[in-house]
């Protein structure tokens, strides 16, 4: 096997123009790791902000981007149990934290940020920090779901309870907002989905959203959000942005609302009143991924509903700089990177 | 309104020749009550077990018997800030319990058993014990849901969470069992279906049943759902019978598994091996309809999902007697009363 | 009875110079209305800012102020079950709250506010707005509970789990602070307490404070919890103040730390840092009294526990207006009025 | 590190007779495995079960017993992150129970059971599968913790919330009663404890028992039970027997009661009525032991609370046989074995 080239992308130094092809040899598992083959790799917008150099200023370079990556196990440590060679896995990308409370320590273990990442031909996992794909979905829709689907399911179904025939607010169609959107209809909530875009929009309502704001024609979406629940207010809100934005969230809850912090694109300070806040019993939770025993419920779950994660473009291997700057454009759903 | 002749069908003793017609004056709302003209009532197999005098052996004479009713309300008293005229409602059977733990005695308040039932023109409502019906349903439809629907509900959301992908076993085809199986498709789960009848499966796997398992061809039939589901056993049970056939229910578990007890057909002892029951940290949990939040969350998911109750046979009010002896020979789905 | 005068408190204005004595009639306990004969009250700083006309600017005239009150029942309507004349009983302030969610819409029913309030000879309870006063317990020290010690109890005990060894930050020495002490005590939780006083947090250790901090020698006192936590940080903040208060507590707390916003006496906006929010799992959450369940376990366990109130200073009936002087200096502990 | 000698029990058949003392070489730890060197042992009568072949039929031999020891790490492998040199560490029993749900087959990796016991002078834990043991507790305390203390505090704590005033019914004076019956304390529960032994009931009551009741003169100890709280029941039962005396136990809960089955003394079967196990909502749940996340937050609960494990006897590496008879004594609390 170490006779094998092994391609990667990786950065040595901030910017674009840093990020760079280079081919080493493959590497050898430990006892407990799996040797992955890289089928496809998903990007998320914070991928761009660690190759920018916005998220985490003190990287050490070189250093191989992304998290989110289907491949192959093609060789085993001895000591390996829970996987065996052929079988298609996702990482676990908080890479220890199997269930229940975080570990101490977070980002210590974190795919594509404390770790090396996924852009390469071949990768080391961890047989704990592993999963089975979906068997229903093909390597670039699988590759899509360790940060992007988890970070939704987690807000939606593990931090708190679907409750059929509630509101939820989804900000944006990129990929955390559209399983939202996915998720929230298989669970009989109501989607309230805002955009830029009417485009966008319909789409979105061909997805399943039960209503749309389009923000730009309508900028007091809270408000908007409130008449779309006679006046009762959102159940839940997904936050993204943060800033200003996060402030009308608070004020499109219903009383008992939940705003879920998953996603900042924008400012990010947040400032709200507190005593609507306090009267209203509202809860805001920050949350960041999710761990491993969620990512095989979710798996299981995927199955279950029969959902198709939403592509926005499929790019080649040679194509990551130009995958990169598609990722700036606002797609609708997941930009995948396949590794032929 | 005192001048209108308000029908009944009371119990003047035990057995079906001891319910009769009757006709009296239109009761009066007390200051926090609603007046309420049924339109449908829908019968439960407990109604057939207290008017043959097997479930209250000391029920007071002349009783109404059952409880599910959907009216519209025609009064309301003058301190009734919940409701108001023109509403159609229906009835909170376990009438003292809003939400939260059950009340410390329980049966002091249920329509049916301890308060007077349903089988009248009019009937009287406390307005804490009484919810809108879920407007997309007919009258027809609306009058099943008070025990059938919210017993399988609280069963498979308010007890526990539903996580989709899971399996659940469901027994029967009566009332609680379909609507346990449109919830379970709903969210997910993959419901396996028994009965005795190849033709009801039939029609089970028509309403979404993952799987069915005839136990009159397959006795054995706990072994069965551990061959579907490759000998892991399935998440959640809805035990509906009893006896032996709780202890089938147990050994068809999986580790973490839980069994509901949610009804009684048969025999009213359950025997089991506490060994297995330990290792594998099982929960068996009894549980009886369901809290009036409850119940406004289930219409709101009912709305929400467009879910539909599956009706067997609709009566007239002067079938009542046939009605009841319908309900013995083994209905698919809910036997419903009108009124007219 | 309606021979008896009825002494109250009563604003015909805003402004402690328009709080009047003034004697009427005693009121008739509806059907399921109980008749109160008010012994002690208790006073909560929101009834100075609803006497001062900051917190309920559109306030009706006349009005009875304050919530908290312990009575013995001398009367009942003729179809009251819960409760019978000569039980010691204190109002429920969210009247319409029995358990699990708040009702929709919440400061329709609540004592002191949208209802009368309680600084009259006597009072009349719905009997679903009422609980037992723990035997154990004097008149005075019972009359503390409804607000201050349930607000402590559903923050530390209903809304969240304690888990002993957990730190607690607790801000200020006023009633609910104190009783925050004593129940996080009694769980085994590590009080952290702050306050501008070294007599105060004398006295605080004396009750059971684990480490206490002088945010006036210690402005930094954010830093400082850190510093007493070996830099981890403290799982639990009870937010009292608002404002840049709000934000060090914040950054008091540790990875998947919650914030319980439970009083505002100083600024009423928050604003904070999103990311760390984020990447620490943070929880804020609103809360506001509590439900009569939570009313119910807590005076179950404060007899289990055998706590006892601590009382700052008792005034009698025509002291009113020196005890709402007094509450503006920062008391240790509850004020309370004797009826008598 | 290979030249010193390392002394262990050896089981090499079924019985007493066959338990022998063997010395080999100190084992290698792996590169995320700990070398622990033991210093105190405790017994469980589980461990009676094995040796005597009761509990695992088809054990593989020559078989080290035992579960629960401290031990002090003396080398760690190359990746270890979580421990280092010096630290004194307890065992995680189910291995590869980190947090959550249990693993899904889960005696594959048990200490003592599936993997070779503590019995030795020198044992290999892997990282994921060691806690820190709290500093205030000596290592003949600290070694009595892994199965007993977390047995309960799983029951009580982790698989539901105590309420304080609660009653909870404690089985027996072993050693996972009296860790029961100290949590049952610290959390203000009303523990009602049964002994066959006046002399243990009244140690029990020294403990903190609430109420006592001596099986062998009440016989319906579950009616006595029922007495002793008014008629309503008890909340909460532990139970540690099985077959009648689980009736016995359903029998003694009130509503909404939950009866854990934390062991097996006597009968393996259970049956019950299952009548007003579903009207009274009744919960039976199987546990065992329970993951590490629970058993670190215990073991800061053990520091928080300044909790004092009560040590029956302390028997010499040598007099092992004599610590297992001893067992079949019925102890009152643990039997722990040194080292030295």
New interface residues.
Partial sequence: MSTQVNRSWQMTGFGLSRLERVEDKVPEP???ELLVRTKAVSLNYKDKMIIDGTLIPDLVFPFVPTSDALGEVVAVGK?VSRFRVGQRVLGQVIADW?????P?V??KHTLGSSLSGMLSDHVVLGE?AAVLAPPSLSDVEAATLPIAALTAWFALVEAT?P????TLLIQGTGGVSLFALQFAN?????PIVTSSSDEKLERARQLGAWQVINYRTQPAWDKAARDLTEG?GVNHVLEMV?GDN?RRSLHALA??GRLS??G?LGD????????P????????????VG?R?AFE?MN??I???ALKPVIDKVFGFDEVPQALKHLEKGPFGKIVITMT
């Fill in positions: 430990g006892p407990r000591e199997p269930d229940g409370d975080a101490p977070l980002h704990d309870k409750v059929p025939g509630q298989a669970f009989g909530l109501r009762i943060g996060a009383a008992d912090i998953i900042i990010t300070e947040l400032s709200f009143s507190i005593l806040f306090m009267r209203n019993r509202i809860t805001v939770q920050g949350l960041s761990h025993r419920r299981q779950a199955e279950a509903l």
